[in-house]
């Protein structure tokens, strides 16, 4: 089983102020949402505040194989799931979801966050889909105790989810977060109570929800990173944080505005 990386005091307060400025970010993207207005602009706006925050952007450069993301952050529209790449030419509509991925660098840190966001009017269905998709990380996050073991967590959105008849993404799973954007132990949004290493006192963990409307099966867009839905049914998605303490789970990436 894959080692797990506890933090101590000093690095579990850099990563809270990585955090701080992950969570700023996003809720700032979050506001300029708007019908009109490009993927392209809302990553520009992005990262302006990243950059007046002194931090920057951990998607920008990323590498992945051969493949170099292009932007400074993920931003993924209805059956869009994940690693969306910014574009001129496109365009927030009324009715769309866009998920907002936010990962930031400060002080040698990571902090990272994600939320879907909604430009009404939508759909009851899909207003379900994504408060059912904030519910289920929320849900997961209870779970994330001293003791506990990765698979409760898993085990427990899973069953949230689909007991609402929607499905969790395999492909895409959470992450140990710290001096690195993905570090052990990974966090599936399914699984068995009893998979997993156990949670100890002082790790940093990236829970996040990538939750299906229709199936669970994913396909790659010839940009080579965008991940949408194989049956093109909407996708919701949210993100934190979170400090594993022995006074139970502390959301480092909750907005202060």
Known sequence: MPSVIVRDRKEIDKIRQAC???????????????????????????????????AESACLNYRSGQK?????TCISINEEIVHGVASIRRTIQAGD???????VRYNGFIG????????????????FLVQATREALHHGI?????????????????RFVESRNLSVVRNFVGHGVGKEMHEEPQIPNFGKKTS??????????AIEPMVNMGSHEVEILPDG??????????????????????????????CKN
């Open 68 to 72: 170099v993301f292009p932007c400074h």
């Open 112 to 127: 990272d966050n994600a939320r879907t966001v909604v430009v009404d009017p939508v759909s009851v269905e899909t207003a």
């Open 20 to 54: 701080r400025v992950a969570a700023d970010v996003l809720d700032y993207m979050a506001r300029q949402v708007r019908v009109g207005i490009t993927t392209y602009e809302l990553d520009q706006m992005a990262s302006k505040r990243i950059d007046a925050l002194g």
């Open 196 to 205: 997993g290493p156990k949670l100890r006192e002082g790790m940093t963990l």
């Open 225 to 254: 990173w965008t991940a949408v839905t194989r049956d093109r049914q909407m996708s919701a998605h949210f993100e934190h944080t979170i400090h594993v303490s022995r006074n139970g789970p502390e959301i480092l990436t909750l």
């Open 142 to 158: 209870s779970f994330a105790r001293v003791g506990n073991r990765v698979g409760q967590i898993s085990h427990a959105i899973q």
């Open 97 to 103: 979801i866009v998920s907002l991925d936010v990962v």
